[in-house]
Each structure stands twice: as structure tokens, then as C-alpha cells.
């Protein structure tokens, strides 16, 4: 690392040791599960080789030859590294059954299946507590599906007919989490089948309610009169993870599968998007997604979902006391005192960012200790001034106007309403937060603003009605239809401070483009719309990029037509340079770019390659009788269709990855 850091406390060193804590976050969790005497972890010296090589690297640390935009169908990456395929959907997690490539494979053939559209994702070491960088679980997210390729006829006909049950169960089946054993065999990464870790976790596995919402009325259902007890997380959108080894999976965009049976919704499913239109219609052939006849059900899913991938056994929970709202990521890093601390994005127009400080600290040398950690703590939310300055606003019951004379009752109807409440606290509202990344070393965190085209429009169900719409300092554009990255250090260095100073890293845009609103000011070269955002041990921030959301392709004559296709950037945060690493195939989004312990295998997702074309605008699903009519990625010919998948990339040499 370039710079000698101040910024980790004698707390952190005591508890595990330095080059661990730089090798990053599995680094650190594995450490933690070592014991007091055994904190020179093996795998340890995988980590100041990384530190050496940084410095070797001289003025910059990106290494590696840039590629150029591409519109090719295909995954590209640069001179010197290969690109492979790992995991795509419908690859069985263990021996279960192969895929199918008319789409025919069964709902209960995919409950054993890689699901649908990958995208947050995490490695972390085997044995439990090594820091073994060629062995370890793979944990996933399975955002959502393309109805039109994951049935071999579609939804039916014409999309609108023909839903039966058994669709709307293989739909769900193709949501949730994927955990697989993946290992390195004469340099090549295989999944590991069989394997007692393989595990779905899908939209009906059950899970515990944990944390303050746990029981409280609004969480209670016929089905669950005890309000403790969900069936399922989906529309995972991107994750986090503990020191202690679990895996967090983000609920995102779950309002689209819930219907409410009239044009009249209320007010608190409207905040959140329900309508009576949703895009899935699992209300169909599922009452629990009928919110005529399940009211509460709504209230139990926007949360973050705490899975314990060593434990194929166990049961994941819902950490209720991190908020309810569209999360993103759950980006971890750890105050002084060793509580824990994650940041995370609402994904939506004008929402906001929060951040989430445990109440007691982590427990490095008792797994079992922390098993709970994340029930009991403080949300916050921010707010942003003009002047660089920013401060954290706890949102808890009986503080700041979060009182019955706004309508809350208890600290249960604050963090399942949160939206609600960051609007009475004065909450910065914000171009769309994604993914949130925490420097490895320095701690300043970087959150990825992805667009925002909206401001000025009407609006529709999804939003409420904003005080203004203005741009702010925060969010300076009046048309960010490139987003930006904006990133902030708290007051002290202290993750559990209260206020903190921000500014911007980087405004994305074409360097070509006419409009100010849309050129911005990239050292090196050009992106849009920044999404996924990542740190890897070496302190380089991955930058994955969705331009356009699932309606991106064709993009003819549009401001983003000279980007190509989405793609993969590397960033030096010291000198602010950005490099072109990775290109996607036709329609897809890059997402999950995960570099491995050692820095030398870099995991990432390519999510619906084939998506947005006119046929998936007009009708929210691509065309089953033209399943590859943009994309055949990965299995071109071979295929039947395109597939969503984990890819891995390695340098030619076994070097780090961007060097
Ligand atoms: Fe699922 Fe905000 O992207
Ligand atoms: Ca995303
Ligand atoms: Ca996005």
C-alpha cells in the first residue's frame, strides 16, 4: 500500500493482525476465527505480497493494458488474462440435475439449480478460519428472472396466459442464493460436485425474523400469527458479509411482486412501489402476493438476510434492525471500539444512504458470540450540507420527530416504515445509491450515485411526492443520466462517528458529449452509470457498470450508444485514474467483481446477457420464441438461449489481478 495508514486503530491491531486486515474483508473474518495464538494466519504471506507488488508498480498501480468499448457478444478482458465460465444458470449447485437448454427443467429441478441473473457475490475461505485463497464457498445473489428465457414457452402465448403454479414456482425457485464449493485445480477453478455446502436458498425457504420488528403487528400473517417466521428473500440484489464468516443477501426491488387488488394503493405499500401492475405475477397462482388477502406480507421482505454458508443447515435470518427499504450492498468495515459498522444504499430515485453501528463489538475469538450482533444496534441516516460536511441522524423511536405525532408507534413501525422515517429526520435525498465500498485501508467509503433522469418529471407510483427536486451539492446534476461517485471519511477516522466530510470522486459521462450535464471529468477512460463497487486487497476500487438498467439494448443514437456494452472498470483511488478491464456480452449488466483473498482471481457476474431488447421494454421479459435474438452468451451455437453467469478471470501468469 502506498500509504503508510494512521487510520487503523490499536484496537483492530489487537485483534487481528495488520496484514490480514489489509488482505480484506475475508482476510479479516477468517483471521477471526483463528484464536488468540494463531493470528499469523496462513495464507498471511499472500498479503505483503500483494503490498509489495503495489509498491514495485512505482507512479500507478493499474498494470495492465486497457481494452477498448465493444458491442461484441462476448465476455473481454486484457492482453495477458482469461476469461471462464464457472457457474450459469441452471448449473447444478451439487450432483443435482444438469441443465436444460429448451428451458424445460422443473421448478424443483431448479430449487437444485445456479439461479437466474447473478449478482452480488462473496468468496470465502475453507477450512472455515484459514485464509486459503484456491478452496472456499462461493455465495451468491439471484436477482431476478427473465420470464421469457427461464420457461421454455415464456409466461405463456403471449405472456399473459398460461402462468401456472408450477411457473410461478420455478420463477421463485430462480430467485434467492446460491452457495457453492468452488476450488482451484492445476491453476483452473471448478465447482465442487458433489459438495455438502451446495445450497439454494430461494423465495419460499423459511427464515427466522431477527431484531427489533421481530413479532411486532405489522410482520404478523394468518400463516405467521407470530410475526418470526418468512418464506423466502428474493430480488437479492448485491450483499455483504460479517468478520465472522456469514453472508448477507440485500433485498432490493421486492415490491414488483406483490399486487394490491385495486388502483387504490395505500400510502405505505406506495412508498415502497407495490401497485396493481406488478412486473412478476407470482400473485397469480400465490396469494401470499396478493396484498388483498395478505396485507402484512409486503412488510416482511426489504430487509438484509444474514446466511451462514458453513452451516448448510442453518437457517438464515432477517435483520430487521438494519432497516426496511430497497437495500443495495451492506458495506462492512469496523468502528474503534470494534463495533460493527455497515453502510448501505436505498436504491431508488431520491432516496438515501443509511448506515447501521452495532450495539456491542464483534467478538473475534467467538463465532457463537456474534451470532445475533447484527439485532441490536443503531440506524442512521445522512444528511449532506453544501459545504462538504455531512452528519449521521439516528433514526430511533421517540427522537428527532419519529413520534406517534408522525404516526410511529414503536421502534418496530420506524425501521419497517424507514423511508418514512429519513423523510421526517431530513434526509439527503439522493441519485439512485448502489453499491456502497468501504477502502480497505483508509476507510473512506464510496458510494456509486448510478442516474438519475428524473428530477423535474411528474413521478410515478414508485416515488413520493419530493419537497424538491433541485440538485443538491451532493447530487449537482440536473440531468444525471451518467451518475456519479461520491465518498466521505468520518469525523476522527471513526466509522461510528457522527458526522463526516464528503466530496466527489468522480463525474461519469462521455468525454465527447456536448452537454456539461453529461461529459463529467474521468481520468482515463470512460463509463456510465456506475452500480457495483468494490475494494480488492490491493485497495483498487472495482467499478461494475449497468447502463440502462434491464432495458439497455439496442441503445442506437442514445447518449450511451458510444459506451457499448456495460463493463468493468479498475480505479486507483490515489491518483483517480480509471481503466477499461472488462467488457460484457450483448445486453448485460457487469456486477459482483469480487477479487479473491490473494489478489489473484478476480470472480464476477454477468447478469442477463440478452436483456432489453424491444420485445423485454414492451413486455417486461424477452421473447420465448426468440430466446438468443440479441444474445447467445455464454454457449452460442450449442445453446438454446442465453445464461446469466459467474465468470472467472486470471492473469496468464498467476499475477494479481489489474497489475
Ligand atoms: Fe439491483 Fe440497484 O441494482
Ligand atoms: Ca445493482
Ligand atoms: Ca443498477
Not at 452480488?120 to 484459514?130: A, H, R, V, W
Request: some cysteine; hydrophobic content about 35%; charged content about 25%.
Amino acid at each position: 500500500m502506498r500509504h503508510k495508514n494512521e487510520s487503523i486503530d490499536t484496537l483492530i491491531e489487537r485483534r487481528v493482525s495488520r496484514r490480514d486486515f489489509m488482505a480484506g474483508g475475508i482476510g479479516l473474518a477468517s483471521a477471526a476465527f483463528l484464536g488468540g495464538t494463531a493470528l499469523a494466519a496462513p495464507g498471511s504471506a499472500s498479503a505483503s505480497a500483494i503490498g509489495v507488488a503495489s509498491q514495485a508498480a512505482g507512479g500507478g498501480r493499474l498494470g495492465f493494458d486497457a481494452i477498448s468499448t465493444s458491442t461484441a457478444d462476448q465476455v473481454r478482458v486484457p492482453l495477458n488474462y482469461t476469461a471462464r465460465v464457472l457457474y450459469a444458470w441452471g448449473d447444478p449447485v451439487s450432483d443435482g440435475p444438469a441443465f436444460r437448454q429448451d428451458g424445460l427443467n422443473t421448478a424443483e429441478e431448479q430449487a437444485q439449480q445456479a439461479g437466474m441473473n447473478h449478482d452480488g457475490m462473496q468468496f470465502f475461505p475453507l477450512p472455515l478460519g484459514s485464509d486459503n485463497a484456491d478452496h472456499g464457498l462461493l455465495v451468491m445473489n439471484h436477482e431476478f428472472t427473465d420470464e421469457g428465457l427461464l420457461h421454455g414457452d415464456g409466461e405463456g402465448p403471449d405472456g399473459q396466459a398460461n402462468l401456472t403454479a408450477e411457473k410461478v414456482r420455478k420463477s421463485q425457485a430462480a430467485h434467492g442464493v446460491s452457495v457453492i464449493e468452488v476450488r482451484k485445480v492445476d491453476g483452473q477453478w471448478e465447482v465442487v460436485r458433489p459438495s455438502k455446502y451446495g445450497r439454494r436458498v430461494t423465495a419460499y425457504t423459511p427464515m427466522r425474523v431477527g431484531g427489533p420488528a421481530a413479532g411486532s403487528e405489522l410482520l404478523k400473517t394468518e400463516a405467521d400469527p407470530e410475526g418470526r417466521e418468512i418464506l423466502g428473500t428474493f430480488h437479492n440484489c448485491a450483499h455483504g458479509y460479517t468478520p465472522w464468516g456469514t453472508y448477507l443477501a440485500c433485498e432490493e426491488n421486492w415490491d414488483v411482486y406483490f399486487r394490491h387488488p385495486t388502483a387504490e394503493v395505500p400510502e405505505a405499500y406506495k412508498r415502497y412501489g407495490v401497485s396493481d401492475n406488478p412486473r412478476w405475477r407470482w400473485a397469480d397462482a400465490d396469494e401470499r402476493f396478493d396484498t388483498g388477502k395478505n396485507p402484512n406480507e409486503p412488510n416482511r421482505f426489504g430487509y438484509v438476510v444474514e446466511i451462514d454458508p458453513y452451516d448448510p443447515n442453518s437457517t438464515p435470518v432477517k435483520r430487521t434492525a438494519l432497516g426496511r427499504f430497497k437495500h443495495e450492498n451492506a458495506a462492512f468495515t469496523l468502528a474503534k471500539d470494534g463495533r460493527v459498522v455497515y453502510y448501505m444504499g436505498d436504491d431508488d430515485w431520491f432516496e438515501y444512504v443509511y448506515k447501521f453501528v452495532s450495539s456491542k463489538p464483534w467478538q473475534p475469538m467467538d463465532r457463537e458470540a456474534n451470532r445475533d450482533l447484527l439485532d441490536d444496534g443503531t440506524l442512521y441516516v445522512a444528511r449532506y450540507d453544501d459545504q462538504g460536511g455531512g452528519e449521521w441522524i439516528p433514526l430511533v423511536y421517540g427522537q428527532n420527530g419519529l413520534t406517534e405525532a408522525n404516526g410511529f408507534k414503536d421502534q418496530a413501525d420506524v425501521l419497517v416504515h424507514a423511508r418514512k422515517a429519513a423523510d421526517v429526520v431530513g434526509a439527503t435525498p439522493m441519485d439512485r445509491p448502489e453499491w456502497i465500498a468501504v477502502h480497505p485501508e483508509t476507510r473512506q467509503a464510496y458510494v456509486a450515485l448510478t442516474q438519475n433522469g428524473r428530477r423535474g418529471d411528474e413521478g410515478s407510483l414508485t416515488r413520493r411526492d419530493f419537497g424538491s427536486k433541485d440538485p443538491n451539492a451532493p447530487n449537482p446534476r440536473e440531468d444525471n443520466v451518467m451518475g456519479h461517485i461520491l465518498r466521505w471519511k468520518e469525523t476522527g477516522n471513526d466509522p461510528a462517528a457522527d458526522t463526516f466530510r464528503w466530496d466527489i470522486f468522480v463525474m461519469a459521462g462521455n468525454p465527447n458529449d456536448e452537454s456539461p450535464n453529461r461529459r463529467g471529468n474521468i481520468r482515463g477512460d470512460m463509463f456510465a452509470q456506475p452500480d457495483g463497487m468494490a475494494f480488492d486487497p490491493r485497495g483498487i476500487l472495482w467499478i461494475n457498470t449497468d447502463m440502462g438498467g434491464g432495458g439497455i439494448y439496442p441503445r442506437k443514437g442514445g447518449a450511451y450508444e458510444a459506451f457499448g456494452n456495460n463493463m468493468l472498470m479498475a480505479a486507483d483511488t490515489e491518483t483517480g485514474e480509471v481503466r477499461r478491464f472488462l467488457t460484457g456480452p450483448v445486453g448485460s449488466e457487469i456486477t459482483g467483481a469480487h477479487v479473491s483473498p490473494d489478489g489473484t482471481t478476480l470472480f464476477v457476474n454477468i447478469q442477463h446477457p440478452g436483456g432489453g431488447g424491444d420485445h423485454y421494454v414492451n413486455h417486461r421479459h424477452s421473447n420465448p420464441k426468440e430466446p438468443k435474438a440479441i444474445s447467445s452468451w455464454p454457449d452460442g451455437a450449442r445453446g438454446g438461449r442465453p445464461r446469466p453467469a459467474t465468470v472467472v478471470v486470471t492473469k496468464n501468469d498467476g499475477g494479481l489481478i489489474g497489475t
